[in-house]
């Protein structure tokens, strides 16, 4: 940033999407197109750019989205036209096998700190919310947001989950031991940040600081004026005549 310059952390392509940091800080998870129309998902080191191809399907298409803290799991997401968007698991360089699969929408897993819990997006009430369950083994979830939310971030002591709310950020409290409590989500701030509407965005648009104090938003800005030109056409023609 002091020097303002930037390089390429793979070579550009037709849709390179949804960069996750690995645990150790040193490589960058992202999704990549086939040939044949899927997806895989590779790893690409900061230090050498040695490249780890995690998983790789011509037919399907996964989107990476969370890292557990111990580097073992992937928690990914997949588009199918039977389900929607549904989240599914990858280890240790085997099949993905399925998490979150319902015929609601399930979207941006996110593990906590500690890698017990992990927070999600679901439409599964009737409008999306964001949930948080219990891994690996899912007995307990709970309700996060109220009256809608999605795309949700924890904290690095994993006691407070961050999530948009159309333009609005929010934060809950969490209780995550020995039995999850959830507190009253509180709104932080609000503007007008460009995201994907809620119903459709799988990708996470916006990130906070490990410690909360700060965020990272892409933000709009809408116009003073607009102007409007009428009978352009004639405007054009007279143009070309020279008048």
């Not at 240790?92 to 997006?121: C, H, K, M, Q």
């Not at 307990?140 to 924890?154: D, I, K, L, T, Y």
Request: net charge negative; hydrophobic share 35%; proline share 9%.
């Amino acid at each position: 940033l002091e020097r303002g310059t930037s390089r390429f952390l793979w070579p550009p392509g037709p849709r390179n999407l949804d960069p996750v940091w690995h645990p150790s800080g040193r490589s960058v998870t992202f999704s990549e197109p086939t040939q044949e129309g899927g997806d895989r998902l590779i790893s690409v080191s900061l230090d050498d750019g040695d490249v780890d191809v995690v998983w790789s399907n011509p037919s399907a298409q996964f989107n990476a989205h969370s890292w557990s803290p111990d580097g073992r799991f992937l928690a990914a997401y997949e588009i199918r036209p039977e389900t929607g968007r549904d989240i599914w698991l990858l280890a240790g360089g085997e099949d993905p096998r399925p998490l979150i699969v319902t015929e609601a929408n399930e979207r941006s897993p996110a593990f906590s700190p500690n890698g017990r819990w992990l927070a999600y997006a679901s439409d599964k009430s009737g409008q999306t919310e964001v949930w948080v369950t219990s891994f690996p083994e899912m007995g307990q979830e709970e309700q996060v947001s109220v009256g809608g939310g999605r795309a949700p971030v924890w904290t690095r002591d994993g006691r407070e989950l961050v999530y948009r709310k159309d333009n609005r950020i929010l934060a809950v409290p969490i209780r995550p031991d020995p039995i999850l409590e959830v507190g009253i989500p509180e709104e932080l701030f609000r503007g007008p940040f460009r995201g994907e509407p809620a119903e459709t965005s799988g990708s996470q648009d916006f990130d906070a600081m490990p410690d909360g104090s700060r965020f990272l938003l892409c933000q709009f800005e809408l116009p003073d004026r607009i102007h409007v030109i009428t009978n352009w056409l004639e405007l054009i023609r007279r143009a070309e005549e020279g008048s």
